[in-house]
């Protein structure tokens, strides 16, 4: 599988990285520890998590999908085999706090959850809430980087005004965004400003949580439970849903054309962007790994990013830039 290149670093890619935010929360360990075997005996090699997965469960403060994917990789033994990227700063009971000496103990604390002695990505999860400033919180990234317990540093959900403060203390290595059909608005900004600063983009939800794949309908959100956070979502809710759906029919031709299903072709249209080096996908069994892996090996063309366009075009749904330049 052709692997991508991470910014300006060392850090070969492939394009689909597996989001381990499930990991002690909707799954256990034993699933976990299925879908992490299938994923890298598929020959992907990323996965991505955080200290805060799963804090919404009741009673806990987060830390378990590292424990899971620490204990993974202690009992295969294919820490060899994987890239481990992870992140800091989401409330954890101190809000988004990015405190320098709150980054420190929660970087030793990853790194003896996921039972390794480097971090081969380590991330900011969210802006800063606590008014720690910009300097104490990007030098403390620097100095985990500079003392070899993280091989590099990035940042997520910021904005152009806090990577250019982040890059004039030392570069983003990465930046990881939102970014779907539906939510296209990095497009406009942060991805020029990625390509122009050789930092990567690893994206999430390039699925829009579920809503772009096949079988996706209304009554599913309907029937969803109260505390599911989709229901209050406005990409769930009409008149958004509607049009979601809509643009989600609309490429169904060109997954028949790929022979892969309209999930895959949501993801490999994330990946046709310059710049794009993955692109992360989650899964709740191992067999939901082979729904999603043929987008690692769509290229989709200029025709059909064209298409793809005219279908935004058409339906209204989501916002941002439709097609790159």
Same mark, same amino acid.
């Given at each position: 599988?052709?692997?991508?290149?991470?910014?300006?670093?060392?850090?070969? /890619?492939?394009?689909?990285?597996?989001?381990?935010?499930?990991?002690?929360?909707?799954?256990?360990?034993?699933?976990?520890?299925?879908? +992490?075997?299938?994923?890298?005996?598929?020959?992907?090699?990323?996965?991505?998590?955080?200290?805060?997965?799963?804090?919404?469960?009741?009673?806990?403060?987060?830390?378990?999908?590292?424990?899971?994917?620490?204990?993974? /990789?202690?009992?295969?033994?294919?820490?060899?085999?994987? /890239?481990?990227?992870?992140?800091?700063?989401?409330? !954890?009971?101190?809000?988004?706090?990015?405190?320098?000496?709150?980054?420190?103990?929660?970087?030793?604390?990853?790194?003896?959850?996921?039972?390794?002695?480097?971090?081969?990505?380590?991330?900011?999860?969210?802006?800063?809430?606590?008014?720690?400033?910009?300097?104490?919180?990007?030098?403390?990234?620097?100095?985990?980087?500079?003392?070899?317990?993280?091989?590099?540093?990035?940042?997520?959900?910021?904005?152009?005004? +806090?990577?250019?403060?982040?890059?004039?203390?030392?570069?983003?290595?990465?930046?990881?965004?939102?970014?779907?059909?539906?939510?296209?608005?990095?497009?406009?900004?942060?991805?020029?400003?990625?390509?122009?600063?050789?930092?990567?983009?690893?994206?999430?939800?390039? !699925?829009?949580?579920?809503?772009?794949?096949?079988?996706?309908? *209304?009554?599913?959100?309907? *029937?969803?439970?109260?505390?599911?956070?989709?229901?209050?979502?406005?990409?769930?809710?009409?008149?958004?849903?509607?049009?979601?759906?809509?643009?989600?029919?609309?490429?169904?031709?060109?997954?028949?054309?790929?022979?892969?299903?309209?999930?895959?072709?949501?993801?490999?249209?994330?990946?046709?962007?310059?710049?794009?080096?993955? *692109?992360?996908?989650?899964?709740?069994?191992?067999?939901?790994?082979?729904?999603?892996?043929?987008?690692?090996?769509?290229? /989709?063309?200029?025709?059909? !990013?064209?298409?793809? *366009?005219?279908?935004?075009?058409?339906?209204?749904?989501?916002?941002?830039?439709?097609?790159?330049?």
């Amino acid at each position: 599988m052709e692997k991508r290149r991470l910014g300006k670093s060392d850090l070969q /890619l492939a394009p689909i990285m597996l989001g381990g935010n499930v990991f002690g929360w909707t799954i256990d360990e034993k699933t976990s520890f299925g879908i +992490l075997d299938a994923f890298v005996d598929a020959n992907f090699n990323a996965v991505d998590t955080s200290d805060s997965y799963a804090r919404w469960v009741p009673g806990s403060r987060g830390g378990e999908s590292e424990s899971i994917i620490g204990n993974w /990789l202690k009992k295969s033994g294919k820490r060899h085999k994987v /890239l481990i990227a992870t992140k800091v700063g989401e409330d !954890m009971g101190e809000g988004r706090s990015l405190k320098k000496d709150y980054i420190l103990r929660e970087c030793e604390t990853s790194l003896r959850r996921l039972q390794t002695d480097r971090i081969d990505l380590y991330q900011f999860h969210w802006p800063d809430q606590s008014g720690t400033p910009l300097a104490d919180s990007w030098g403390a990234m620097l100095k985990l980087r500079d003392e070899g317990k993280v091989r590099f540093v990035g940042v997520s959900n910021y904005t152009t005004a +806090l990577l250019d403060g982040c890059e004039a203390l030392g570069h983003v290595q990465s930046f990881q965004p939102p970014f779907s059909l539906v939510r296209r608005d990095v497009a406009g900004a942060e991805l020029p400003w990625c390509r122009a600063h050789g930092a990567g983009v690893i994206v999430y939800s390039p !699925m829009q949580s579920g809503l772009l794949t096949d079988g996706f309908t *209304a009554a599913r959100v309907a *029937a969803m439970p109260e505390d599911d956070w989709r229901r209050r979502s406005p990409q769930f809710q009409e008149p958004a849903l509607g049009r979601n759906l809509a643009l989600r029919d609309a490429l169904a031709p060109i997954a028949r054309r790929h022979g892969v299903g309209v999930g895959a072709i949501a993801v490999a249209w994330t990946l046709a962007w310059p710049g794009v080096t993955a *692109a992360i996908v989650g899964a709740r069994s191992p067999e939901q790994v082979d729904g999603w892996i043929g987008a690692a090996g769509v290229t /989709l063309d200029a025709s059909d !990013m064209a298409l793809v *366009a005219r279908a935004i075009e058409r339906t209204g749904a989501g916002t941002g830039p439709l097609a790159p330049e």
